[in-house]
């Protein structure tokens, strides 16, 4: 663990001894039976064996009794780095490594290690861990109990695609930078094609999450094919070119990524003067755990004693000068992975492609954060008229907001948090939030206010969602109580726009990414800030189901639905 420390020191992510993996276990580096994944809003438990089960969905706090952040600080003087979100993605890995921990004196030397967990309702436990297999892991969420993310499918193989007829979209997931044995890569990217060429497509993704890398120029038959196809591409005036990243986007995968902002010739671009070229292509998701350039084109060696493996580069890649040089390539519109996303089966990236969000708003700052009431979102804005709950440490309990200057109406109030009414009347824009008691002012931030900002209210504090929906006959839906497929569903929410002249809110609603019919979505005037949204569940889903809704080109959080 010194060598890898001291190697480490020298901050280049592609020069390593790694420490997990079966070379790593062969060396006696035991691993904890669970899953780890870092999401937006800390490390969670996804997977885990039988006497684990208890933390499943739970977040991790604590190793040993130290501080989950100061284990990861630890921790990071073993991963090469160059950003924080490479220090997460190995961290996920690393956290599992009993050896490991003991290494660097977090835990002592002893058969079980303590795991401290904190559940999404506040529950805090301790488990006493052993190192064990992971071959019958329990997963939440479960893909076999409902609809399960296209990200987080096919995990096995290095590409895929699949084509939405329902959305027109065209979804290519490149995990690994490789061919693979029975379907190289050539052979994959005519039939991409072929399905291009026969198929409407009005929005073709290119999802590189957890792409570490591997040969950058794998992919080259897919992109010399587009490349001869731009013409045709751009003769449908409504296509967009999505790529999606985040911070397990490395090496190869990340040079990949780049490789999509290359500017379309001017030649070709003066074609089509009508078409914003600007738009033509965006980069979601987070930033990747790897630089815009640096050393790379590894050579692998073993050490001879204990068998532990590792790489070193030898040459320095220089990034694409279209891209600004720093230690990450950033998206073009930031949107990470909340924990409620994750186990309410949404993803929160194919959800703003579906809804065509074209940017995000800056997210609420200062000592008075304001967030969507329902969502508690904060890469949303705020509508006007809508539920907002804003956050703080208050030295009394608040009994007035002003937004823009404006009151808003107390619902109900802590010292932490104020439920309050937006002012229907509050202008659309950055606005001002004060936070008051007794004409004083106890906190202040920055807000933005948009026409719309949907969020779907939640039943209660469970990782799944459950979300405030009624079945056709009334009744609230549940895993015992599953609304059947083809039945309407009452959905309540917040933060509708600008209504119709038939007093409708315009809205969109997808089960996954299953377009669905919309029966009404109407402003409930004798509850103010409340919505309602009638739709009908599609055929042919069964299990537990996220739905979003769509308002003006933004996505709302995602509950969970129970389909029979």
Not at 233 to 256: A, C, H, Q
Not at 263 to 280: E, N, Y
Request: glycine residues 10%; negative net charge.
């Amino acid at each position: 663990m010194q060598l890898t420390a001291l190697i480490a020191m020298a901050g280049d992510p592609h020069t390593a001894i790694y420490l997990n993996g079966s070379a790593a276990a062969a060396a006696g580096f035991q691993q904890f039976p669970l899953v780890l994944r870092w999401l937006d809003d800390g490390v969670f438990v996804t997977g885990a064996a039988a006497p684990y089960t208890r933390a499943l969905g739970a977040q991790l706090v604590a190793v040993g009794g130290m501080p989950i952040d100061q284990v990861v600080g630890q921790l990071a003087t073993l991963i090469p780095h160059v950003n924080d979100q490479w220090v997460q993605y190995m961290a996920q890995h690393y956290l599992l490594g009993q050896q490991i921990l003991q290494g660097l004196h977090v835990v002592p030397v002893a058969a079980t290690t303590p795991l401290t967990f904190r559940t999404l309702a506040g529950e805090v436990f301790t488990l006493d861990v052993s190192p064990g297999s992971n071959s019958s892991l329990s997963s939440l969420p479960d893909p076999a109990a409902g609809i399960y993310p296209d990200y987080l499918q096919n995990t096995s193989q290095n590409y895929w695609y699949t084509y939405s007829a329902a959305n027109r979209l065209l979804y290519f997931k490149y995990n690994s930078c490789g061919d693979m044995p029975g379907n190289p890569f050539a052979n994959f990217a005519n039939q991409v094609l072929a399905i291009l060429d026969a198929n409407p497509v009005d929005t073709f993704v290119f999802d590189l999450r957890g792409n570490t890398g591997g040969n950058s120029a794998i992919w080259n038959p897919l992109i010399n094919g587009l490349t001869a196809r731009i013409p045709t591409l751009l003769s449908n005036p409504g296509l967009r070119v999505y790529g999606v990243i985040d911070k397990g986007t490395f090496s190869s995968g990340s040079l990949d990524a780049m490789l999509l902002k290359q500017p379309i010739p001017s030649s070709v671009a003066a074609a089509f003067p009508g078409i914003d070229l600007s738009k033509l292509v965006q980069v979601l998701g987070e930033p990747t755990g790897g630089a815009t350039q640096g050393y790379g084109n590894v050579t692998g060696f073993t050490l001879p004693s204990s068998g532990l493996v590792g790489q070193y580069s030898t040459e320095f890649i220089t990034g694409p000068s279209y891209v600004p040089t720093g230690p990450a390539f950033q998206p073009d519109i930031a949107i990470g992975l909340r924990s409620t996303d994750f186990f309410a089966r949404h993803d929160p990236v194919m959800a703003a492609i579906l809804a065509r969000t074209d940017a995000a708003p800056p997210p609420p700052s200062g000592s008075a954060i304001a967030v969507n009431g329902a969502s508690f979102r904060a890469d949303e804005g705020l509508a006007p008229g809508s539920f907002a709950s804003v956050f703080g440490s208050y030295s009394q309990v608040p009994d007035q907001v002003l937004v823009a200057g404006i009151p808003g109406q107390i619902v109900a109030a802590t010292a932490s948090q104020v439920n309050f009414l937006v002012p229907a009347r509050a202008p659309l824009g950055p606005a001002a939030v004060s936070v008051r008691a007794n004409g004083s002012e106890l906190a202040s931030g920055q807000a933005t206010l948009t026409s719309s900002g949907p969020g779907i209210f939640v039943l209660r504090p469970d990782p799944s969602q459950p979300g405030a929906v009624e079945n056709q006959d009334a009744s609230v839906n549940t895993s015992s109580s599953p609304a059947a497929a083809g039945s309407i569903v009452q959905v309540y929410a917040t933060g509708n726009g600008p209504v119709d002249a038939s007093g409708n809110a315009p809205v969109s609603v997808f089960f996954g990414d299953l377009p669905a019919g919309v029966l009404a979505s109407v402003p409930l005037t004798q509850y103010p800030g409340l919505w309602q949204i009638n739709v009908r569940v599609p055929a042919g889903i069964t299990g537990e189901v996220p739905l979003f809704v769509v308002a003006q080109n933004l996505a709302s959080n995602a509950v969970t639905l129970s389909v029979r």
